[in-house]
């Protein structure tokens, strides 16, 4: 799949914009170090918990098991990380008494801000990071890898468990996944390697920073594959678009799902991206025709259904069909228009910062490059992009890709 299809400016502008809301190599060893730590410091002689953590199992789940965390945009610059805490509930623990359990066991936990207990999990707010902390009790054998019930304990109503598995779901998506061309590849890390992603988490770090150079940057190759970039990019508009709303946004995991099942389009990241808005609104026109939500199963493990609390009723539906109908339009609207007019378009779908900095990047690699630069109507601004010449690039060795997002329901405090 090569970069200039039909739409080169346009193609290089939306890849700057998804390496822009990335974590830092620095940042994703600062939030490797906070994943490794939590069974220790659940296990400390004052934490509730310490005598369940023998065979405690904590996972990545959501966006940083399938490469797709992103700088989350609506209100600061924070990445939004999950986490699975896998240990057997002991006889007789509610779902409410598990989470109150693991919200006191947090205390003290390094660098933590803010320890906020959620309907599903622990939320813990560092500077320029929330890490959500899921307990799960995992299923009685045999059974498939990872699964278990996860607790539900809202503030009004009953306590409930839900069987899932987005662990499987993981390696299910990691499956689907069509890595393109080394050649695609190799522009993608010339272009990372020439934004310098600026560290975000690490700069908020105190005790957690201490011993994290020690640890290798967990990367995940599959997180440049065209149909992850397009997901990134979906989920940083919705982000923006729902930031002002009384409403929840679609979840992530179903986001995720559908993003996978599009096929990768050979015309571009523009086309990727068109190609995933156009499927999803389709999706919600049918649902809305027929009047049944857009039930979304795990394919991983069929017992668990993606969108049981969303969409709460019709209007979700709609409000969510009118913004993919939006974000179709304005991408349409991009490959007629010059290049100016892409930056406005871009700082509106994605954030001004984002767009400003993937600009910058655009423009500083075509300087110097010997050769003319033109404007074509339905191409966009079209360059030879200097900023992606394969000859300034180190050879980058991809190895076969190597754990959902839950909806963390805040409770009121």
Known sequence: MPLDATSPALDALLLGAALEMELSARDLQVAAKR???????????????????????????????????????????????????????????????????????????????????????????????????????????????RVGDIYHSPEHGSDERFSVNPYGFAEWFKSQVVMPSRRFQDQVNIMRSRMAIPDLIAKGTITADAEIDELPAPVSPIRDAPQVIALKLMKRYLNLRYAKRNLKRPVSIYLSKIAVEVPPNQFGLCAQLEAFATDLEKRMAHAIEVGVRPEERNPAFFKENFNDRWPKDENDMKVFRADLTHLRKELARARQTDFVEIQDIFDRLFGERITKNAVRSYLDGLSGVATSASYERGKGFVAAPGLLAAAAAPTVQVSKAPAHRFHAGLLKK
């Not at 369940?52 to 789940?61: K, P, R, S």
């Not at 999990?121 to 990071?129: N, T």
């Open 35 to 145: 994943y490794s730590i939590i069974p220790g410091h659940l296990s400390r002689q004052s934490s509730p918990l310490r005598n369940h953590m023998n065979d405690a199992l904590v996972y990545a789940q959501g966006s940083r098991a399938i490469g797709a965390t992103i700088v989350h945009g609506d209100s600061d610059d924070r990445f939004d990380l999950d986490a699975i805490l896998e240990f057997s509930t002991p006889r007789g623990w509610s779902p409410g008494k598990i989470l109150d359990y693991l919200e006191v066991s947090f205390n003290g936990f390094p660098d933590v801000r803010d320890i906020v207990r959620c309907t599903r999990c622990i939320q813990l707010q560092f500077a320029f990071m929330h890490l959500d902390v899921t307990p799960m009790d995992p299923a009685s054998a045999p059974r498939a890898e």
